[in-house]
């Protein structure tokens, strides 16, 4: 598998670096050459958060990348804030329910998605497992995991939860199947 | 002492971690710091570890007594490190200068973020000037420059002998990048790779008595009374430092038999620069790799030789600082005429990206 | 009787605002009190604010007022060379439980005892907010923090710093030195004002510890960081004035 770089952004509190984590732990378990490294700075303090991951069979270069392969914004103001990942080889994913201008979106890049995923979360599912569906949709984007070794990592994070309330085992699991349908689906339609 | 990994392990941690972990594994027994991002997460750990195989904290009151408690420390025979970044380098080298006056065994872990001041507490290749040369004396350091968290365990295990086989102040030199990504290593206890760990071992506090005359009291010190005493010190500890020099010097080299242009980096730059040689390379641009492990002492011998032997018609130097790199080479290889291109991008990453265009720009 | 209505300060910056401190943090509240005493003071056009490394940085364009930013700890000697080169300019020292008490001690100590004439507001939240919460002087005895994971322990580490009643010690009487809380702001006020007048009718030195929240690296909710505030820093934490050169209830 060649290099895939994918950039992650939300605001705090949205579980942005939990998921990047969870992702990249995923493809260590695989085997697979990963890194991932936070923004970390004062503006973190209400500033958006970004994770970068970069996921490679092969030895992985510097930790950090100028352009992604896949740029996920996961808040309106994530989505002008991480423009500048885009080149035209991206793929930029953000929330279908965001009223954002269209001159904030990367024209350059090769495809702009909107998935409805907090539309989803909030109807389907619950509110929580938000971040869950962007996961799915990542590996649905990237295949940069197996599906399995997905759940397994939620499993790993989040075992300890799941332990208490079984019911959240299967939410969080139908989470990741959805959004990884929502983003097959989404690349399906109208290639560009 | 407990055994801390007792088989091989891999794992998939931060640098700040992995150097927890790594100094554990290397029986270190105590540790004196003071927060600073981007190394806060080596106390984190240690502090949750520790305890569990009985070694020692402390969070002192700032870093020069950070430094000096460490420098109490190995005077009493116990393996003990601190780490820092930016400012609290800036603080330490007080505490590190009278490490290399009186020859004191320390570790330090130095994770650079971006300066002068208080920067940023991001990233760079700053500290490159302050960890090898700082402080009044003659840079009598031992600085392992790393760039994998493989890396990061083995030259903690290793700087913990080094400081004590060679009794020279031994820094590993990370970054704020190092310290937070996580990627993949492997943890071992050095035993079973057959790393022997130096014994370490009090320079006061000694057994015997002095009372019942058993032994002489130990009088340590760091100021001479005459300009003479002092200059026979200098001269000594000098040639012992320049003696050993050639049995710790570290350094790698790709692709440099026929390389036209050499890319010399270090650190975490150094991976940008190993992509970098390999795509140009595919594009028929005969590009070579030189990465000093070691900035103190410095492969100077093995750089002029790689230089030497390729015949190459420019050195291209690339660091996230503006020149401290470049100025340390520069002193280093002194008479050779090759020229020198620089990319210097003080307290930014450098991807391969950037090297390339560099390359491209001036060949 | 008539509440004041909580009017934004003449003497804040407006392009900075809303500020960039966590929802629920105590510095807005102290820095919201200190600007209505330059308000009221009429001082804001010789006033030099410099603030420390630690949240306070966040400060540095905080107010309509000449500014500079220090390095952690380093915030005294830089507001006593302003003051001792430039005594008509009024120098605010702005600075956390870290940079005060432990990094920058000796510094408080000896402009303390040499009687600048500075005024100093430290904030006491318990913790290092900037760095993500490990240890400071102030942590409360077997408070978790990132470096006492497993709770404060005096016997390692000692017990709180406790600053007021300490340069108290160390001033003569005509050093004014108190102990503030935000949660109770009209004290609060008072006591900053006091700090101030100290320093404009060129009495001595004024130091000003307000204890302050910090639910971010406490992880408490709302109800729980005014219950730790309230209940367990001010318990641990006299509130009052120490040394005051104006007599008691001094206006
Ligand atoms: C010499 C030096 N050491 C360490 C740091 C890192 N540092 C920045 S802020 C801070 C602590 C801040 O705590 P405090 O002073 O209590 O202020 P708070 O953030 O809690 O308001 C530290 C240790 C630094 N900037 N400079
Ligand atoms: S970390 Fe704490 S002190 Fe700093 S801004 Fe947030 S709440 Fe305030
Ligand atoms: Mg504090």
């Given at each position: 598998m060649a290099l895939v770089k994918i950039a992650l952004a939300g605001e705090g509190g949205q579980g942005v670096q939990s998921v990047a984590e969870i992702i990249a732990e995923a493809a260590y378990n695989e085997e697979k050459q990963t890194i991932y490294i936070p923004n970390f700075g004062l503006e973190q303090r209400g500033g958006v958060s970004i994770a970068f991951i970069q996921v490679s069979d092969e030895r992985i270069g510097a930790p950090k990348f100028n352009k992604a392969d896949v740029v996920i914004a996961l808040s309106e103001r994530a989505v002008g804030r991480t423009a500048h990942y885009s080149d035209e080889n991206t793929l930029f994913v953000y929330d279908s329910g965001f009223k954002v201008d269209e001159n904030d979106l990367p024209r350059q890049a090769k495809k702009i998605i909107g998935l409805p995923a907090i539309d989803t979360a909030n109807k389907e599912l619950h509110p929580r497992v938000f971040n869950i569906i962007i996961m799915g949709a990542v590996i649905g984007l990237t295949n940069i995991v197996d599906f399995e070794a997905a759940k397994k990592a939620l499993e790993n994070k989040l075992g300890y939860k799941f332990e208490k309330n079984p019911d959240l085992r299967e939410l969080n699991f139908k989470a990741l199947e959805l959004g990884k349908q929502m983003a097959e689906e989404s690349l399906k339609e109208g290639g560009q | 002492m407990q055994q801390v990994i007792t088989e091989s392990k891999k794992a998939f941690m931060t640098g700040n971690e992995t150097a927890a972990w790594a100094a554990l594994a290397s029986g270190a027994d105590v540790m004196f710091g003071y927060p600073i991002t981007p190394q806060n997460e080596i106390m984190h750990y240690w502090t949750r570890l520790a305890p569990q195989y009985g070694r020692g904290f402390l969070q002192t009151e700032d870093e020069i007594s950070a430094g000096f408690t460490v420098c109490g420390a190995v005077q009493s025979g116990k393996k003990a490190f601190t780490a820092t970044a930016g400012p609290g380098n800036v603080l330490m080298q007080e505490p590190f200068g009278m490490a290399e006056g009186m020859r004191l065994p320390l570790l330090a872990i130095i994770q650079q973020r971006g300066g002068p001041s208080s920067g940023t507490v991001i990233y760079s290749q700053q500290e490159v000037a302050l960890t090898t040369f700082g402080g009044n004396g003659e840079g009598w350091r031992i600085v392992y420059s790393t760039a994998t968290h493989q890396e990061i365990y083995d030259y903690v295990i290793k700087g913990f002998n080094t400081a004590w086989k060679y009794r020279f102040p031994t820094f590993i030199l990370g970054d704020g990048y190092q310290a937070k990504m996580r990627e993949p290593l492997e943890m071992y206890d050095p035993e079973t790779r057959g790393i022997k760990m130096v014994d370490t071992y009090p320079l006061i506090g000694l057994d015997g008595s002095i009372t019942n005359a058993e032994r002489e009291p130990q009088h340590l010190c760091n100021i001479y009374s005459l300009e003479e005493e002092l200059y026979d010190v200098v001269l000594k500890n000098t040639a012992e430092y320049e003696s050993i020099s050639p049995e710790i010097v570290e350094y790698e080299e790709r692709q440099c038999e026929d390389a036209e242009i050499i890319i010399l980096s270090h650190g975490v730059v150094a991976r940008a620069a190993d992509d970098a040689v390999k795509a140009l390379r595919a594009q028929g641009i005969k590009a070579g790799y030189f990465r000093p492990i070691t900035l103190r002492p410095y492969p100077e011998k093995q750089l002029r030789a790689a230089i030497a032997r390729s015949g190459a018609k420019k050195l291209l130097i690339a660091e996230s600082a503006y020149g401290q790199f470049y100025r340390l080479t520069r002193q280093e290889i002194y008479g050779e005429t090759i020229p020198m291109e620089t990319l210097f991008m003080p307290g930014v990453g450098i991807i391969d990206y950037d090297i390339i265009s560099k390359v491209k720009s001036i060949l | 009787m008539q509440t004041v209505a909580p009017a934004t300060p003449k003497s804040w910056y407006l392009p900075t605002k809303p500020h960039k401190f966590c929802p629920?943090?105590?510095?807005?509240?102290?820095?919201?009190?200190?600007?209505?005493?330059?308000?009221?003071?009429?001082?804001?056009?010789?006033?030099i604010f410099g603030c420390d490394i630690g949240c306070s940085l966040l400060s540095w364009d905080f107010f309509a007022c000449d500014s500079t930013q220090t390095h952690h700890g380093r915030t005294t000697p830089v507001m006593v060379g302003i003051k001792r080169a430039r005594p008509e300019l009024i120098t605010i020292g702005y600075m956390g439980d870290g940079g005060g008490y432990s990094i920058g001690s000796q510094h408080l100590l000896n402009a303390a005892v040499r009687n600048e004439k500075v005024t100093l507001i430290l904030v006491n939240n318990t913790n290092y907010g900037m760095t993500g919460g490990q240890m400071a002087p102030t942590t409360?005895?077997?408070?978790?923090?990132?470096?006492?994971?497993?709770?404060?322990?005096?016997?390692?580490?000692?017990?709180?710093?406790?600053?007021?009643?300490?340069?108290?010690?160390?001033?003569?009487?005509?050093?004014?030195?108190?102990?503030?809380?935000?949660?109770?702001?009209?004290?609060?006020?008072?006591?900053?004002?006091?700090?101030?007048?100290?320093?404009?009718?060129?009495?001595?030195?004024?130091?000003?510890?307000?204890?302050?929240?910090?639910?971010?690296?406490?992880?408490?909710?709302?109800?729980?960081?005014?219950?730790?505030?309230?209940?367990?820093?001010?318990?641990?934490?006299?509130?009052?004035?120490?040394?005051?050169?104006?007599?008691?209830g001094g206006k």
């Amino acid at each position: 598998m060649a290099l895939v770089k994918i950039a992650l952004a939300g605001e705090g509190g949205q579980g942005v670096q939990s998921v990047a984590e969870i992702i990249a732990e995923a493809a260590y378990n695989e085997e697979k050459q990963t890194i991932y490294i936070p923004n970390f700075g004062l503006e973190q303090r209400g500033g958006v958060s970004i994770a970068f991951i970069q996921v490679s069979d092969e030895r992985i270069g510097a930790p950090k990348f100028n352009k992604a392969d896949v740029v996920i914004a996961l808040s309106e103001r994530a989505v002008g804030r991480t423009a500048h990942y885009s080149d035209e080889n991206t793929l930029f994913v953000y929330d279908s329910g965001f009223k954002v201008d269209e001159n904030d979106l990367p024209r350059q890049a090769k495809k702009i998605i909107g998935l409805p995923a907090i539309d989803t979360a909030n109807k389907e599912l619950h509110p929580r497992v938000f971040n869950i569906i962007i996961m799915g949709a990542v590996i649905g984007l990237t295949n940069i995991v197996d599906f399995e070794a997905a759940k397994k990592a939620l499993e790993n994070k989040l075992g300890y939860k799941f332990e208490k309330n079984p019911d959240l085992r299967e939410l969080n699991f139908k989470a990741l199947e959805l959004g990884k349908q929502m983003a097959e689906e989404s690349l399906k339609e109208g290639g560009q | 002492m407990q055994q801390v990994i007792t088989e091989s392990k891999k794992a998939f941690m931060t640098g700040n971690e992995t150097a927890a972990w790594a100094a554990l594994a290397s029986g270190a027994d105590v540790m004196f710091g003071y927060p600073i991002t981007p190394q806060n997460e080596i106390m984190h750990y240690w502090t949750r570890l520790a305890p569990q195989y009985g070694r020692g904290f402390l969070q002192t009151e700032d870093e020069i007594s950070a430094g000096f408690t460490v420098c109490g420390a190995v005077q009493s025979g116990k393996k003990a490190f601190t780490a820092t970044a930016g400012p609290g380098n800036v603080l330490m080298q007080e505490p590190f200068g009278m490490a290399e006056g009186m020859r004191l065994p320390l570790l330090a872990i130095i994770q650079q973020r971006g300066g002068p001041s208080s920067g940023t507490v991001i990233y760079s290749q700053q500290e490159v000037a302050l960890t090898t040369f700082g402080g009044n004396g003659e840079g009598w350091r031992i600085v392992y420059s790393t760039a994998t968290h493989q890396e990061i365990y083995d030259y903690v295990i290793k700087g913990f002998n080094t400081a004590w086989k060679y009794r020279f102040p031994t820094f590993i030199l990370g970054d704020g990048y190092q310290a937070k990504m996580r990627e993949p290593l492997e943890m071992y206890d050095p035993e079973t790779r057959g790393i022997k760990m130096v014994d370490t071992y009090p320079l006061i506090g000694l057994d015997g008595s002095i009372t019942n005359a058993e032994r002489e009291p130990q009088h340590l010190c760091n100021i001479y009374s005459l300009e003479e005493e002092l200059y026979d010190v200098v001269l000594k500890n000098t040639a012992e430092y320049e003696s050993i020099s050639p049995e710790i010097v570290e350094y790698e080299e790709r692709q440099c038999e026929d390389a036209e242009i050499i890319i010399l980096s270090h650190g975490v730059v150094a991976r940008a620069a190993d992509d970098a040689v390999k795509a140009l390379r595919a594009q028929g641009i005969k590009a070579g790799y030189f990465r000093p492990i070691t900035l103190r002492p410095y492969p100077e011998k093995q750089l002029r030789a790689a230089i030497a032997r390729s015949g190459a018609k420019k050195l291209l130097i690339a660091e996230s600082a503006y020149g401290q790199f470049y100025r340390l080479t520069r002193q280093e290889i002194y008479g050779e005429t090759i020229p020198m291109e620089t990319l210097f991008m003080p307290g930014v990453g450098i991807i391969d990206y950037d090297i390339i265009s560099k390359v491209k720009s001036i060949l | 009787m008539q509440t004041v209505a909580p009017a934004t300060p003449k003497s804040w910056y407006l392009p900075t605002k809303p500020h960039k401190f966590c929802p629920g943090c105590g510095h807005g509240i102290v820095l919201k009190a200190l600007g209505d005493v330059i308000d009221e003071l009429e001082i804001q056009d010789r006033t030099i604010f410099g603030c420390d490394i630690g949240c306070s940085l966040l400060s540095w364009d905080f107010f309509a007022c000449d500014s500079t930013q220090t390095h952690h700890g380093r915030t005294t000697p830089v507001m006593v060379g302003i003051k001792r080169a430039r005594p008509e300019l009024i120098t605010i020292g702005y600075m956390g439980d870290g940079g005060g008490y432990s990094i920058g001690s000796q510094h408080l100590l000896n402009a303390a005892v040499r009687n600048e004439k500075v005024t100093l507001i430290l904030v006491n939240n318990t913790n290092y907010g900037m760095t993500g919460g490990q240890m400071a002087p102030t942590t409360l005895p077997g408070q978790k923090t990132e470096t006492t994971p497993f709770g404060r322990d005096p016997e390692l580490t000692g017990y709180p710093t406790k600053g007021p009643e300490f340069i108290a010690q160390l001033t003569p009487d005509s050093a004014y030195v108190a102990r503030a809380t935000v949660s109770k702001y009209n004290q609060l006020r008072r006591f900053i004002r006091n700090a101030l007048r100290n320093q404009i009718e060129g009495n001595g030195f004024s130091f000003v510890e307000v204890l302050s929240t910090c639910p971010t690296n406490w992880r408490t909710n709302a109800q729980q960081t005014w219950h730790f505030l309230e209940d367990e820093m001010e318990h641990y934490f006299p509130v009052g004035e120490l040394k005051n050169p104006f007599g008691k209830g001094g206006k």
